[in-house]
């Protein structure tokens, strides 16, 4: 069955940076877009970056885009998100997500707070 476990979140000032990894399991890892969510307090749940099977195209949110870059390695089944310029509104649960066949599978998520 699909499994997504993520790591790397922590508390970080402002203007530090942090990188997140999602490992993957379950299915074949290079068929498959990967991407990366957050939710913040009180708010939706929004997309932040999304990578195609190959690495080869990228996608990000406007507010994150030039600070933030996603990555994936698909002989280890890994896709990061280096996050650099961190500001206090991207503190969020990071959580990483696969579609597939029609279902999202979700990891746990990961805690990134922004404060000084």
């Known amino acids: 069955q699909v499994q997504l476990v993520e790591s790397g979140g922590g508390l970080v000032q402002p203007g530090g940076s942090l990188r997140l990894s999602c490992a993957a399991s379950?299915?074949?890892?290079?068929?498959?877009?990967m991407t990366w969510y957050r939710q913040a307090p009180g708010k939706e749940r929004e997309l932040v970056a999304s990578?195609?099977?190959?690495?080869?195209?990228?996608y990000y949110l406007d507010s994150v885009k030039g600070r933030f870059t996603i990555s994936r390695d698909n002989a280890k089944n890994t896709v990061a998100l280096q996050m650099n310029s961190l500001r206090p509104e991207d503190t969020a649960v990071y959580s990483c997500?696969?579609?597939?066949?029609?279902?999202?599978?979700w990891g746990k998520g990961t805690l990134v707070t922004v404060s000084s």
């Open positions: 379950g299915f074949t890892f290079s068929v498959y877009a």
């Open positions: 997500n696969v579609r597939k066949i029609g279902v999202d599978y």
């Open positions: 990578i195609g099977n190959t690495g080869r195209t990228t």
